[in-house]
């Protein structure tokens, strides 16, 4: 099984990114009934103020082909639309789950 952790920075004022963040948490909360591939997705707002990230997402799929597939699905894309123009940063790992290191 892989995980997929991803997080996003946005711009804009504190509300407004919340107000993205949020809207963009709940349509990715969406995808697992909508993307067969998806095994599993949590996702949420941060909610610690000395943090500067806005949005964290882990999903579980099968293999790197999954995640492909997870992307680029139509379902996701329109998520993604959400966060688009206020994304500022965007992190991703990918890691074979039980591995300890050991897929390098």
Avoid at 21 to 43: G, H, R, S, Y
Avoid at 78 to 86: E, N, Q, T
């Amino acid at each position: 099984m892989v995980r997929h952790i991803v997080t996003f920075k946005l711009n804009g004022s504190p509300d407004e990114r919340r107000r993205v963040a949020q809207e963009f948490v709940n349509a990715l909360l969406k995808l697992p009934t909508l993307i067969p591939v998806l095994k599993d997705m949590e996702a949420g707002v941060n909610v610690n103020p000395a943090e500067d990230w806005d949005v964290a997402l882990v999903a579980a799929v099968d293999n790197l082909d999954d995640v492909a597939t997870y992307a680029n699905h139509p379902a996701h894309l329109a998520a993604a639309a959400i966060v688009a123009p206020y994304k500022v940063s965007r992190a991703c790992v990918d890691f074979i789950v039980g591995t300890s290191g050991k897929n390098l």
